[in-house]
């Protein structure tokens, strides 16, 4: 009696930092991948010390360990989509963007540079190269609204500035540019574009502050579903579904902020 070997599921690669207490970064978007039934891998880009409360210390990795588990992955496993998270410095930015110049699967960015708790995570002198060099070869790119406002110029008070900004954001050549509007007050708004399609995402604002790695979470999980073969905005709304429901669960953790449940449907039971 022959066994037949079980397919794999799609493949989906992280390139980011850790975060220590288990909440952002490489272990939010390992979770994620997880809970939405991809398999994760990982090249890490920088160490921290950080919990409930911020970032206690950072140690980025050399250029030569990050080429080095990018190449160790894609050209054994392969991949079918990539996130990237926090890259440090435009060494690093620089470094991944040209090792993603030539991948043919989906490619989300999402261009950390400051923390929930406010620790800068992105050098200062790295933004260009993010503008130069990273954003191009993105697919999806997901910056809130302080990465928008540090990449573009524009403070973004409401929703005529967050078309603005992504149109400036359109410029530097991603595909599609998704602007996080959760920092505005009101109802949860973002806006995903490509310059012709224009789709407003709407959600129900949860009282519950314990929100660390929403970010990191949400891209996480444009990326799976973009690798499943969904085309962006309906990846985006599966994504965005499924991180609406990960806040809602957010659950204390420490003495600071708590994290999003990554783990909400299972613990929900579907």
Request: aromatic share 2%; hydrophobic share 45%; with cysteine.
């Amino acid at each position: 009696m022959s066994s037949k070997t079980p397919a794999a599921p799609p493949r989906v690669l992280t390139v980011a930092g850790s975060d220590s207490g288990g909440g952002a970064g490489i272990q939010a978007d390992l979770k994620t991948m997880l809970a939405l039934g991809a398999h994760g891998m990982s090249v890490l880009t920088a160490v921290t010390a950080q919990n409930s409360l911020g970032v206690q210390g950072a140690w980025e990795l050399p250029a030569e360990a990050v080429r080095a588990q990018y190449r160790s992955v894609v050209d054994d496993i392969g991949v079918q989509a990539v996130k990237t998270g926090m890259l440090g410095s435009a060494l690093l930015v620089e470094t991944v963007a040209e090792l993603l110049s030539d991948v043919a699967a989906p490619v989300v960015v999402d261009p950390v540079s400051v923390s929930k708790h406010g620790d800068r995570l992105l050098a200062g002198d790295a933004l260009d190269a993010v503008r130069g060099a990273l954003l191009p070869v993105a697919t999806v790119a997901t910056p809130n609204l302080d990465e928008t406002a540090e990449l573009t110029g524009i403070e973004v008070t409401g929703e005529r500035d967050m078309s603005r900004a992504a149109e400036r954001l359109l410029s530097y050549g991603p595909r599609w540019v998704l602007v996080k509007g959760g920092h505005l007050p009101g109802e949860a708004v973002d806006l995903l574009t490509d310059g012709t399609e224009r789709h407003w995402l709407r959600a129900p604002r949860h009282d519950n502050r314990h929100t660390h790695g929403t970010g990191c979470t949400l891209a996480s999980a444009v990326a799976v579903e973009l690798a499943r073969g969904h085309p962006v905005p309906e990846a985006v709304r599966r994504a965005k579904e499924y991180v609406t429901g990960a806040i809602a669960a957010g659950f204390p953790l420490g003495a600071g902020l708590g994290p999003v449940d990554h783990g909400w449907r299972m613990r929900a039971g579907g």
